[in-house]
């Protein structure tokens, strides 16, 4: 069964600095990765999705690696801002469906 | 455009209560996905619709648990004689064809049983 951790579990940074989330998987017969973020009593929104061929994808502050063979991704996020404030989950797309197995996400404070 | 919709977007049921949450996907998409998330986890996976079929219900906790998509747009997750461990966050996504593109969420709706 596919496993998805992700760390750390929470995350306080101050303005302006530069942080990488770690996201790791346990089979590495994905289709692809994708980040999302969450902000409280609202759904998700997909940041960055990698495809499985793919080492990486960028979106302004915003770059996710992938090493499927390892089962590893990062996502790194350049001069934090406080409205980067949220939980940012992790998640493989796999199975019939191509559903996806989401990690338990990190939380993640900028302080101004 | 509209984008993924759920209501009612917060519920309390008394313990044996029977709940009906609905999902309102975006308009054209052909995949459709429940999924549960519990407070300070990620989300689960309970079940996959492609128009109006269910191919997979695999994620599905117990047979308390029924889900449809009667004409493969607007989808009910169904609960019946619910329990304190089935509150939760349900959220619901649609995803335009049937391949590995974006899902796109909706709000959720929270589900707390008394």
């Known amino acids: 069964k596919q496993e998805v951790t992700q760390i750390p579990a929470a995350l306080s940074v101050p303005e302006g600095e530069n942080l990488v989330l770690n996201c790791s998987f346990t089979?590495?017969?994905?289709?692809?990765l994708q980040w999302f973020r969450q902000d409280p009593g609202k759904g998700l929104t997909s940041l960055l999705l990698?495809?499985?061929?793919?080492r990486e994808q960028t979106s302004g502050r915003l770059n996710a690696s992938l090493d499927k063979s390892s089962g590893r991704s990062t996502l790194y996020i350049a001069a934090s801002q406080p409205g980067d404030s949220a939980t940012y989950l992790c998640?493989?797309?796999?199975?019939?469906?191509?559903?996806?197995?989401f990690g338990s996400g990190t939380q993640l404070t900028v302080l101004p | 455009g509209a984008g993924v919709s759920q209501s009612p977007r917060y519920k309390v049921a008394k313990r044996g209560q029977d709940v009906a949450l609905r999902c309102d996907p975006i308009?054209?998409?052909?995949?459709l996905f429940w999924y549960q998330q519990a407070l300070g986890q990620g989300p689960e996976f309970l079940t996959y619709?492609?128009?109006?079929?269910?191919?997979?219900k695999s994620g599905l906790p117990s047979d308390r648990f029924f889900a449809e998509r009667p004409e493969g747009s607007v989808s009910t997750l169904k609960i019946q004689r619910t329990q304190q461990e089935d509150s939760a966050v349900y959220l619901c996504?649609?995803?335009?064809?049937?391949?590995?593109?974006?899902?796109?969420f909706g709000p959720g709706t929270r589900l707390t049983v008394l």
């Open positions: 996504a649609s995803r335009r064809l049937a391949g590995t593109d974006t899902q796109y």
């Open positions: 089979d590495s017969a994905i289709y692809n």
């Open positions: 990698i495809q499985s061929s793919q």
């Open positions: 998640a493989v797309i796999t199975g019939s469906a191509r559903q996806l197995t």
């Open positions: 308009s054209g998409h052909v995949s």
């Open positions: 619709f492609q128009n109006e079929a269910q191919l997979d």
